[in-house]
């Protein structure tokens, strides 16, 4: 498989009135088309700066971020989710999803209006099409903002806790939803969590990061056996798996506390 | 999801308590006409049995005479039309501009942290200091009492629609970011249609400044109109006449209120918090 992203030694700082924050230091890593890699690491290191970064809102200090063979990042390949739906209640669901077709006005725009329906159709919404956001539970919100990205035909998903805001019941629903939706999609997507097990039972390769400024500590490919992020967790590997991660986070925890 | 469902079996205790709901409601209104009644009876007998004089506190009976009077020469229309014809223009005038200027701020941070202090000096500055100064610029007459109105109104809106805009949550502005906006569309996809209901209440405000501004232009320089009245029958010690103006003026801004909280039926329930 050819890479979609790769960073390679990428270094970021942030500017404030008082100082001048390292927050990336030296960042490698290579995202695969079609796959699913997560990214953790403790609270704060700069997870979702790596995010920022990809979707082209900000610019590395240093280094090179090569997006499909570009290194000018084109924002209309990347689909970005956020931990919070962010659905505009004034707007109908419909209204909702097509809110990116309606920014970026693109050429093939009947076409997309047509993708955009036979998603709403495939993954169950299509009933709430004309209803405002007010009108939908939590996980179904986490959907429709799933389908509201994906309508642009996004090469990359990028996926910010998108289940941190849900009870956890609905989380490992929406998360096997997610999941399933991006796989049928053959999509290539990027989740930051600290929740080790949500990036074990979704991914195919997980990046960790230290705490600030974040270096990346270790690259794990997993294949972990199960159809659903929910049958991963039985594999006999995830404990072990578990472990090890929680090893890792923890210990950068306690080298931040020292 | 839950389902509404259409008609449901109520049960017994579910039927007593939309009784008492029904009998709550029925007691605040009936105690609010009561409250009225009770105090235009009261007023109207006191003023009859000459315990107070109604030379100095009017009675309802002669409020009513007098705005038959007015009535039947026509001076009743003439009056109110004016102040209200001063009042809508200053409200529409004070309410767009306001709103553009707080448009204007939100656009651009530089602008906007410069006008900053002199939009708070402006604000704590009471405006009929300014009277005199209106009346030497624009001459007395209507120009004055709408260019008051205006004054009194348009600080407030800017003031008010520029804190809802700024309060608009960074992560929405963050995701039309990333579905590439600029910022034009973030203001008209996001910011302007997410602030309607501020937009709304700053309307309620407006609707009672703006009273406050024609009536106080019509105190300072007026030939006609209902705050015109007041001032000539406080002057001539025709009490009645001030009451039935006063009177007028109630009903006005009230009927002038119930519009905008039909807006606010029509807008204000398509927003929570999302």
New interface residues.
């Given amino acids: 498989m050819e890479n979609l992203l790769s960073f390679s030694q990428v270094n970021y700082f942030y500017q404030t009135k008082k100082d001048e924050i390292f927050a990336l230091n030296n960042i490698n890593f290579d995202i695969e088309e079609e796959s699913f890699s997560s990214i953790v690491g403790p609270s704060g290191c700069g997870k979702t700066t790596i995010l920022s970064l990809t979707a082209g809102l900000l610019k590395p200090s240093s280094g090179k971020i090569v997006l499909d063979g570009e290194e000018q990042i084109d924002s209309k390949k990347i689909g970005y989710m956020f931990q919070r739906d962010h659905l505009f209640n004034w707007r109908s669901v419909w209204k909702n999803i097509t809110l990116g077709i309606e920014i970026q006005k693109p050429q093939n725009k009947e076409e997309k209006l047509a993708f955009a329906e036979e998603l709403l159709k495939k993954y169950d919404l299509i009933g709430f099409k004309n209803k405002k956001p007010t009108a939908l539970s939590g996980g179904m919100r986490q959907r429709v903002a799933l389908i509201r990205t994906l309508a642009m035909e996004p090469k990359l998903l990028l996926l910010d806790e998108p289940f941190s805001a849900l009870d956890y019941q609905t989380r490992l629903s929406v998360c096997d939803d997610v999941y399933d939706i991006i796989k049928t999609e053959k999509k290539t997507a990027m989740l930051v969590t600290h929740d080790i097990s949500e990036a074990l039972s979704m991914s195919d390769k997980i990046v960790v990061l230290s705490s600030r400024p974040a270096t990346v500590k270790d690259t794990l490919k997993l294949s972990l056996q199960g159809e659903t992020p929910l049958k991963k967790r039985e594999d006999p590997e995830f404990s072990s798996l578990f472990d090890y991660l929680w090893r890792q986070l923890s210990n950068e925890e306690k080298g931040k506390e020292t | 999801?839950k389902k509404k469902e259409k008609k449901p079996n109520f049960s017994k205790s579910h039927k007593l308590y939309v009784r008492r709901l029904r009998r709550d409601k029925f007691i605040v209104i009936f105690f609010r006409i009561f409250v009225l009644v009770a105090f235009l009876g009261l007023w109207e007998l006191l003023t009859y049995y000459k315990v107070l004089d109604p030379f100095f506190v009017s009675s309802p009976s002669r409020i009513i005479k007098q705005i038959g009077t007015m009535a039947s020469n026509g001076t009743l229309f003439s009056h109110s039309w004016i102040t209200l014809y001063e009042t809508l223009i200053g409200f529409g005038i004070a309410t767009a501009l306001g709103y553009l200027i707080a448009v204007l701020l939100w656009w651009n941070e530089k602008v906007r942290k410069i006008f900053e202090p002199y939009i708070v000096v402006l604000n704590s500055l009471p405006k009929i200091a300014l009277g005199p100064v209106i009346i030497l610029w624009v001459g007395a007459g209507t120009n004055a009492i709408v260019l008051m109105c205006v004054l009194i109104c348009i600080v407030i809106t800017t003031m008010s629609m520029l804190s809802a805009f700024l309060s608009v949550?960074e992560?929405?502005i963050?995701?039309?970011?990333?579905?590439?906006?600029n910022k034009f569309?973030i203001l008209f996809?996001?910011v302007l249609?997410?602030t309607?209901p501020e937009f709304i209440s700053v309307l309620k405000i407006n609707v009672g400044m703006s009273w406050v501004g024609s009536i106080m232009g019509e105190y300072l320089t007026s030939k006609a109109g209902l705050g015109y009245l007041i001032v000539y029958g406080g002057q001539i010690f025709k009490i009645d006449l001030v009451m039935a103006a006063t009177v007028i003026l109630c009903i006005l801004a009230f009927a002038m209120y119930y519009f905008v909280s039909l807006l606010e039926k029509h807008y204000g329930t398509?927003?929570?918090?999302?």
Avoid at chain 2, 174 to 181: R, Y
């Fill in positions: 999801m949550e992560g929405k963050l995701l039309l970011k990333s579905m590439n906006a569309q996809k996001l249609p997410s309607m398509s927003r929570g918090k999302g």
